[in-house]
């Protein structure tokens, strides 16, 4: 039963952070108007707007213009649904369960939006770091504000220095998600870091061996989504990686 609710209730979080996605950038209400095709404006009937499901039932196609609808929008709702499952599979605490929960829900919107914007809006990232230390001060252990605030402002400084040495590539909406990312993993945030720059150095080196070093270098890379994928591999093995890390002496 933990499980259908999970899958279910991050399939409908999954579609509204579609709506995020798309309207905060805009500065558009997240609420007013309702789920509308955007090229037609026909406002989505209910049954139209059952994540997943609705998409396949229309083909993937507005009922009312029959233009195409984004395949995004369900594999966003879809992979909501899976890491809300997969939180709930491998955390098991109050406390663990409300962070993580919470980080997917931050996190999917910010990869979305810095993919398409090269934007991490404060309006997600400020928030988001008040929820972090409210559900710490009200679920975590006594000492466990501290160790956020430490974690969040350790990884925040850390990234910090490379967007000051490196204006051009890192900004500072990647430095507060650092920071963000702090507040909700704790130690386990410089497992999310640090996969964050692998997968980013990656990416760049494979622009570079596509496009030529000279033009791979002037090709912007949003880092927010590599930030994103690092902090969902600590949220769900970064205790795991760190405790294999310490025990075979690598």
């Known amino acids: 039963m933990p499980l259908a609710l999970a899958t279910v209730m991050g399939a409908v979080i999954g579609s509204f952070l579609n709506v995020v996605a798309y309207r905060l950038p805009r500065r558009e209400s997240l609420i007013h108007p309702g789920s509308h095709c955007p090229r037609c404006q026909a406002p989505i009937r209910p049954y139209d707007n059952i994540p997943v499901l609705g998409w396949l039932l229309l083909r993937g196609r507005c009922r009312g213009c ?38 997917v829900a931050v996190l999917v919107p910010v990869a979305l939006i810095d993919l398409d914007h090269r934007i991490i809006p404060n309006l997600i990232t400020g928030p988001a770091a008040l929820l972090a230390l409210v559900i710490g001060a009200a679920t975590g252990p006594p000492h466990g504000l501290v160790a956020q605030l430490i974690a969040g402002a350790a990884a925040a400084g850390f990234l910090l220095v490379f967007a000051l040495l490196y ?73 795991t990686i760190i405790h294999w890390y310490l025990h075979t002496g690598l």
């Open 167 to 239: 204006p051009a590539g890192m900004g500072m909406g990647d430095v507060k998600l650092a920071g963000v990312l702090g507040l909700f993993l704790g130690a386990s945030v410089g497992v999310a870091i640090l996969v964050a720059v692998l997968v980013g150095s990656l990416a760049g080196a494979l622009v570079m061996a596509r496009r030529g070093v000279r033009e791979g270098r002037k090709t912007g890379i949003p880092f927010g989504p590599f930030l994103a994928l690092g902090g969902v591999v600590a949220l769900l093995a970064g205790p």
């Open 66 to 103: 029959a233009q195409p609808i984004p395949a995004r929008y369900p594999v966003v709702e879809a992979l909501t649904a899976v890491l809300a499952v997969a939180v709930v599979l491998t955390k098991h605490s109050a406390h663990d369960l409300a962070l993580g929960l919470v980080l």
